[in-house]
């Protein structure tokens, strides 16, 4: 006996206008964006305050002039007699936009503020709609699964953007206020707007897409942001460690142990789009990394598409098996 | 008229395991049942059908759009609700439904009016603003039903969508699905395994068994056929019984428990009656058949 449910004509004659694939894809992104300002979110909300409390931070100490902006040319001389001239002792150019990204304890960076909030932002974004399966749901709608990791790659994507650039365009925008608001600094200076323009979208999607992989993989959301979090420094650590031995021993090709670590292959991408050469403490002097442009592109170009094909193929395996 | 599904000599693997077997059937516009026990290959069909999975091998048309590898424009035009649990805990019923609708390629005015307007007619009232993970099962399923049609699709599938109800529970959703899809026109692919499910809901069923097309026939052909016997239950020597109904020119096929007489018109009862006196037989038990589909479903599976 089949029953008929009492429905109205505006039902019946709905036509929902529905929109294009790219305005669904940017909709699902802009609106988990949103979300991450909700009230829930105190840890989040957190870190971004401290961050922008540092950028603060590094307007009030270049406005009291104790720095140059951008750049300072430094050497570790503290560290040796006054006559000595070895080959330890360097010069180095010391970038804020650069030293921005950088460890705490390295010159005042914001580093581990950074992969924080990627952590936590990244943690449970795939992870979770694979958990609820909800993600049989959105896959069922008129998007692809490429899709569908893009509009989770926008929320992570922009709010990294939020604590990268936006803030050292901040500091920029500062300087130039000092300066007078002249015409001229802006010419002078237009590289570095867009340079760091560059350096911050390549640092937050970076970020971001490792951060996602990690949610995929381990979709637990606090597993996914500890491993993400662990991943990040312990690599660096452990290359750190390596390197300062191998050079110690003066082992040639000591450079490429800094490949393993993905904040260091961040760090001299980062470094090649200002054009300044990278150093890495190791012991008392800064050492010099010489790995060429297309090494260091091959190794990204493998993790970036490494970890985006394991998200599709991870998808793709929960479809067929549900 | 255009086919809804048409599918051509399908194959789909999975390693070495075949899910449908060149598998081809040109189903009709209305309300189709996919029936089937576990494992037949219903929702691996519900999901080629949808793009969600790719054919190994053969051709497929829906709503008379051939799906290539993955197409998402079809998917419009159609709703899905999966089998398994799959809303989110941590949402508002009302929240749910606007995302999957603007999901959907909605506005938010627009998917904010039509979720309301459905969880009405789906007797949701201020649990509606609940969190999903407070629900009970019913209402899960009946959210899950709700996100299928939140873009006003012309077809939904429907994947077990009474799967873990109580009776009643199943009762109202099936009436819910009938009831919604007839005044929106919506056309159903119901994958189920209950018989009952299809025979409430579809016109047109279709019966899977190892990935390969068992049979396609109109409901209400199997059920009248079937409603069209009566079943005997006698006593004493049935060969003879069997026998004298043949001098009749009625057979009667004995199913170990009961026999099963073709019905023509009343005078059958007669005749059997007959038939029991000249033979000898006593006659314990003599109905028109309420069989349903049980018997046609229990032959192709068996």
């Not at chain 1, 406005?63 to 503290?78: H, I, K, Q, T």
């Not at chain 1, 750190?240 to 292959?265: C, N, P, Q, Y």
């Not at chain 2, 805990?89 to 998917?111: P, Q, R």
């Not at chain 2, 026109?185 to 899977?208: A, F, G, P, R, Y």
């Amino acid at each position: 006996m089949k029953k008929k449910a009492q429905v109205s004509d505006r039902f019946r004659d709905f036509n929902a206008n529905l929109t294009t694939r790219p305005w669904i894809v940017w909709g699902m992104g802009f609106r988990r964006f949103e979300k991450f300002f909700s009230t829930k979110n105190k840890v989040m909300m957190g870190l971004i305050v401290i961050i922008y409390l540092w950028t603060l931070a590094f307007d009030v100490m270049l406005a009291s002039g104790s720095e140059d902006y951008p750049c300072v040319l430094r050497d570790n001389s503290d560290y040796f007699e006054e006559d000595y001239s070895g080959p330890l002792m360097v010069e180095y150019k010391d970038c804020v936009p650069l030293t921005y990204y950088g460890d705490l304890f390295t010159g005042g960076g914001i580093r581990i503020l950074i992969v924080s909030l990627a952590a936590i932002a990244s943690g449970g974004m795939i992870g979770k709609d694979m958990v609820n399966k909800s993600l049989h749901l959105y896959l069922s709608r008129p998007i692809s699964r490429v899709d569908y990791l893009i509009a989770r790659f926008i929320p992570v994507f922009l709010l990294l953007l939020l604590v990268t650039a936006v803030p050292n365009l901040i500091v920029a925008t500062a300087m130039w206020s000092d300066d007078g608001l002249k015409t001229e600094w802006i010419t002078d200076h237009k590289w570095l707007i867009v340079n760091i323009l560059v350096q911050g979208i390549f640092y937050s999607a970076a970020y971001s897409i490792i951060g996602l992989t990690f949610s995929t993989l381990l979709k637990k959301e606090s597993n996914a942001s500890g491993a993400f979090f662990l991943f990040v420094y312990g690599t660096s650590i452990i290359a750190e460690i390596f390197f300062a031995i191998l050079k110690a021993f003066g082992i040639d090709g000591a450079d490429r142990v800094l490949l393993i670590s993905v904040s260091h292959v961040l760090d001299m991408i980062s470094y090649a789009i200002f054009d300044i050469e990278y150093y890495v403490q190791a012991g008392f002097a800064p050492w010099k990394v010489d790995i060429g442009g297309t090494e260091l592109g091959a190794v990204f170009t493998i993790i970036f598409a490494g970890c985006c094909g394991f998200m599709y193929w991870m998808i793709l395996q929960m479809e067929a098996n549900k | 008229m255009i086919a809804l599904i048409k599918a051509t000599n399908v194959t789909k693997k999975y390693g070495g395991l075949k899910a449908l077997d060149d598998f081809s059937v040109d189903i009709p516009e209305g309300k189709i049942g996919v029936l089937g026990p576990n494992g037949a290959g219903k929702s691996t069909f519900v999901k080629i059908a949808l793009g969600l999975l790719t054919a190994t091998s053969g051709e497929i048309t829906v709503l008379g759009e051939k799906l290539t590898k993955n197409t998402t424009s079809i998917r419009k035009r159609i709703g899905y609700m999966p089998e398994h649990d799959c809303v989110p805990d941590e949402m508002t019923g009302v929240e749910f439904l606007i995302e999957m609708g603007m999901v959907s390629g909605m506005s938010l005015a627009g998917a904010t009016e039509r979720t309301h307007e459905i969880l009405g007619h789906l007797r949701m009232g201020e649990e509606k603003y609940r969190l999903i993970g407070e629900y009970s099962g019913g209402m899960r399923q009946k959210v899950k039903l709700a996100q299928g049609l939140i873009h006003a699709p012309e077809l939904i599938f429907l994947d077990e969508p009474t799967s873990g109800l109580d009776p009643n529970a199943r009762r109202e959703m099936l009436e819910t699905i009938n009831g919604l899809t007839d005044v929106s026109n919506t056309k159903v692919l119901l994958s189920t395994h209950i018989l009952q499910d299809v025979e409430m809901v579809c016109d047109t069923v279709i019966i899977v068994k190892d990935g390969k097309l068992q049979m396609h026939e109109n409901v209400e052909k199997i059920v009248g056929e079937k409603s069209n016997f009566i079943q005997v239950r006698i006593g004493g020597p049935v060969e003879d019984f069997i026998s004298e109904l043949k001098k009749k020119k009625i057979t009667a096929e004995d199913d170990g428990r009961v026999l099963i007489i073709p019905y023509k018109d009343d005078s059958t009862y007669n005749q059997i009656i007959d038939a029991t006196v000249k033979s000898n037989c006593l006659l314990y038990e003599m109905e028109r058949t309420t069989q349903s589909m049980d018997s046609v479903y229990q032959e192709i599976i068996e």
